[in-house]
């Protein structure tokens, strides 16, 4: 199944979704939602149109600041230091409550099952191994 | 039928509007002119049914021709359903005569028509290509797109003779 893109708004059309106008001279209209075809039999400017202000307004792209750049790129480190130095405490804790629920209930501990390979059994698999 | 919309409008206009002053004119206008394109723009599509007109957009010698019996459903026909119409309109040397009952498919339709993989698919008109009872089209060519679900109403024919399949 492919993935279109409307012609309005240009989001993703998931396959099932949505409603396909074919022109007569072929060209093909691909609608995500009845909000854009109505707007496009309403003729509106997909360019001009307010009503989807909000979906632009998210991933902005932020203008280049040379002292913004230059800080972010100095935090990563810190950043990444704080991420690991939290995983490795969560660790440490989840270790130790499973310690203490342990001690308290020692019946969820795996019984540790022995198994006895006979002499015959390991010749036949080593001469298979060969 | 515009035309009677369109009286039934100013009538209302004038009830409403008979006593303002000179600015009236304008504002009955606007309102007129907005009711009038909503309730045309946004019109609602519906099967082909008993005295629908359609486009006949092969080479067979018809223009225009009128729906007088939709041979599936109990609504109407659809996009790829068989019709019996009746020649309205026809060039005056071509295989088919002005008056003359043929059988039709329909290869475009304003109604939209749901697909197998769960879209919808909607055209600008209503078009038909002239078949004989055997569903073999009359004409040579087929003109503007047709969608692909003709094949599974076996009319592979058609689709082989259209320009675009939508």
């Known amino acids: 199944m492919r993935l279109e893109k409307c012609w309005f708004c240009s989001s993703t059309i998931y396959p099932g979704h949505g409603i396909q106008f074919v022109r007569n001279d072929a060209k093909i209209f691909r609608f995500c939602r ?12 997909p360019r001009k149109d307010s009503t989807f202000e909000f979906e632009r307004k998210r991933n902005r792209p932020e203008r280049y600041d040379r002292n913004l750049a230059e800080n972010v790129l100095k ?20 270790l130790v409550k499973a310690r203490y629920v342990l001690q308290q209930d020692p019946s969820l501990t795996l019984p540790k099952i022995k198994v006895k390979v006979s002499q015959q059994q390991s010749e036949e698999n080593h001469a298979m191994e060969e | 039928m515009a035309a009677i919309f369109a009286s039934r409008c100013s009538r209302v206009g004038r ?17 007129h002119e907005m009711t009038c394109k909503n309730m045309f ?3 609602q599509r519906t ?12 080479n067979s010698g018809a223009k225009k021709v009128m729906c007088i019996q939709a041979l599936k459903g109990k609504k109407g026909a ?5 019709i019996i119409a009746s020649v309205k309109e026809a060039h005056p040397n071509g295989k088919v005569k002005k008056g003359k009952v043929v059988y ?7 109604m939209q028509k749901g697909r197998c993989d769960g879209s919808e698919v909607k055209f600008d008109d209503n078009a038909v290509v002239l078949v004989d009872k055997q569903g073999q089209p009359i004409g040579t060519r087929v003109f503007g797109p047709v969608p692909h679900e003709l094949r599974q109403k076996k009319h592979v024919k058609i689709l082989t003779l259209a320009g675009h399949i939508a």
């Open chain 1, 34 to 45: 009845s909000k854009c075809h109505k707007n496009f039999k309403m003729k509106r400017n």
């Open chain 1, 75 to 94: 935090a990563i480190p810190k950043i990444d230091k704080i991420r690991v130095s939290r995983e490795e405490r969560h660790h440490k804790n989840n």
């Open chain 2, 104 to 110: 039709g498919v329909v290869v475009r339709a304003a």
């Open chain 2, 47 to 58: 099967f082909i049914q008993m005295r629908t007109v359609l486009k006949v957009v092969d």
């Open chain 2, 15 to 31: 009830s409403l509007f008979g006593g303002l002053s000179n600015s009236s004119p304008g504002l009955f206008t606007t309102l």
């Open chain 2, 78 to 82: 659809r996009l790829g359903d068989t």
């Open chain 2, 41 to 43: 723009s946004q019109q």
